[in-house]
């Protein structure tokens, strides 16, 4: 029997992690829900080994928990703000890999398990698996260790039906007829049929994934305490997972697509596969000097950065260039698309980084009407963000992202590295516009000569 | 989940010693609403710490695998639970600590109201 006192600290862990996604929902509380959520995590942690269930084993756990803090805190500590999705995936993913184990584990010690427990055990150890080698996918994808765009293999879509039902059967299968090789079967399947779920998902569409891949391993969690009887767990792992589906519902409408559309694009063809190619067909290009001139004569100036402008961390330069054109009285302002970056909020965290003032990041809605009063809209490492083709082509995988309308302004100026296409390895017409102007680099390279060349106007 | 299992959620005596079945079903349906509720309007900026920020919540997975490896016996039992407990402590540690992180910078600034709350409602 647990006693009441350690019932009580469960729920006020639980409550805890209400205050924590409460807070996070507002900037002003954001950092104050975190601290509430860890100090619960820390009492539902603390109070397990005084909850009166017999504990062997205590080294291991105690030893296992000291390495996994480590390596948790270190690699979070590490991380560059760039790469931040790619680290919340794996977090997720061990998330999720943890709750199928527990399963698992908690299966082989129950003698006679009744049905709903079978069935609270199947689920977590798919969906849990699911999301682990899902997640790892994404990882790769997003660190570019494979390809980013869509992987698509002939037959790929009657492959993945039928893990799926193969998946399906195996779970089925297990309700009825416990074994112990049908549980390391289903985890071998469903740990198959995440990597066949997330290959087809398209470079600009994985944040997506991750956010439901997070609800994905909240819900498993939620199963694992159906499995232990216990309430925090389930408490815990239900409220991410809802909040988590509603994230991700969120983040799809940001991007204007439904979610379907996202998860199952490349199966329908809706998602090209992308040329990839860079294009030889003419440009304008500029010296630093033009743009320098081009930006110092102007009157009102955006600056639309993508995830180009974070990877060649001149996220500063960026801003000593802002700084400069409004020493010289001109209108700066960032436009800040939903998903610039590679995860929505990303480039918001990435310009904080750099102290760029928040007054003057203007969110999409707010700074679209302003490019048509605008002399210069600067685009600095984005692509496609900026890329007409979310309106004008019905075939393009964009089509439907509502896009920063740069196309508005009086002159477009591109800092790009090359004519390669963006992330969603989409060709951008607006780079072939008589208005537009490209300066090739990198995009710390080509700012610092930009911030020169103006310094000397 | 199907309602065979919901009837046969209190003969689940063996693990759920303390909880009757419908009362877990109780608690996991409120828990819906609560997590649909709390997070029904967030602005754009927000997102990703707010995924993040429940991607560590649910590394509480943590109380569960320090419970089954608490009761865990031979070599492959031992081995699976203290990798579960292994990962679930870097799942919860490096959330909430990645999360944090990026908060941070939002700090010392002012910040504005909230925008896009209104924007991703007009789309509905």
Do not use: C
Request: hydrophobic letters at 55%; zero cysteines; a negative charge.
């Amino acid at each position: 029997m647990t006693p009441t006192w350690v019932q009580l600290a469960n729920l006020a862990a639980a409550v805890m992690f209400i205050l924590a996604l409460k807070g996070l929902s507002s900037p002003k509380t954001a950092r104050q829900g975190v601290l509430i959520g860890a100090v619960g995590a820390a009492v539902a942690t603390v109070v397990v080994f005084f909850s009166g269930i017999e504990l062997m084993n205590l080294g291991l756990i105690l030893g296992g928990i000291a390495i996994g803090s480590l390596i948790g805190a270190v690699a979070a500590r590490r991380v560059q703000m760039t790469q931040m999705p790619q680290m919340v995936a794996l977090f997720n993913g061990v998330g999720g890999g943890a709750a199928a184990l527990v399963s698992i584990v908690e299966y082989n010690n129950i003698d006679e398990p009744a049905i709903a427990i079978l069935a609270a055990t199947v689920f977590t150890v798919i969906i849990g698996s699911v999301s682990f080698s899902g997640s790892i996918v994404t990882f790769l994808k997003l660190q570019e260790l494979i390809t980013t765009r869509p992987v698509i293999v002939p037959g790929g879509k009657y492959v993945t039906s039928l893990v799926a039902a193969a998946v399906i059967v195996v779970g089925a299968w297990l309700i009825a007829a416990p074994s112990t090789w049908l549980v390391v079967t289903l985890l071998l399947l469903s740990l198959v049929f995440g990597v066949l779920f997330v290959l087809p998902v398209g470079g600009a569409d994985v944040p997506i994934v991750i956010s439901l891949l997070n609800a994905f391993t909240g819900l498993s969690v939620a199963a694992g305490g159906f499995v232990l009887g216990n309430v925090l767990l389930i408490i815990a792992g239900t409220l991410v997972g809802a909040a988590g589906t509603m994230l991700t519902q969120l983040m799809a409408r940001a991007m204007g697509r439904p979610i379907t559309n996202t998860l199952f694009g490349a199966f329908s063809g809706t998602s090209t596969a992308g040329g990839g190619q860079a294009s030889d067909r003419p440009v304008r290009s500029g010296s630093p000097q033009d743009v320098a001139i081009m930006l110092g004569y102007a009157s009102k100036v955006i600056l639309v950065p993508g995830y180009g402008l974070a990877v060649a961390q001149a996220q500063s330069t960026l801003r000593e260039l802002a700084d400069l054109l409004a020493e010289r009285g001109i209108d700066v302002d960032y436009a800040i698309h939903p998903v610039a970056g590679r995860m929505p909020g990303h480039m918001n965290v990435l310009l904080a980084e750099a102290n760029v003032p928040y007054e003057q990041l203007k969110e999409m809605d707010e700074v679209n009407p302003e490019f048509v009063d605008t002399d210069v809209a600067l685009v600095v490492g984005a692509n496609d963000v900026v890329n007409p083709a979310a309106k004008d082509d019905p075939s393009a995988p964009i089509y439907g992202m509502p896009i920063l309308d740069v196309s508005n302004a009086g002159q477009v100026v591109f800092l790009k590295r090359s004519m390669r296409p963006g992330f969603a390895g989409i060709e951008n017409e607006l780079l072939f516009d008589p208005k537009t102007t490209l300066l090739f680099g990198d995009a710390k390279d080509s700012l610092t000569k930009v911030v020169t060349g103006v310094k000397g106007l | 989940m199907s309602l065979s299992m919901l009837a046969a959620l209190p003969m689940a005596e063996e693990a759920a010693s303390d909880n009757s079945g419908m009362a877990l079903l109780t608690i996991f349906v409120l828990s819906v609403f609560v997590g649909f509720e709390v997070i029904s309007k967030v602005s754009a900026v927000l997102h990703t710490p707010l995924m993040s920020g429940a991607n560590a919540i649910h590394g509480i997975i943590l109380v569960g695998a320090i419970i089954v490896a608490g009761e865990a016996e031979g070599a492959l039992e031992l081995t699976l639970s203290t990798l579960a407990v292994v990962l679930a402590a870097i799942n919860l540690v490096g959330g909430f600590v990645v999360t944090d992180r990026m908060l941070e910078m939002f700090k010392p600034k002012v910040s504005k109201p909230v925008a896009s709350a209104e924007a991703g409602e007009e789309t509905k």
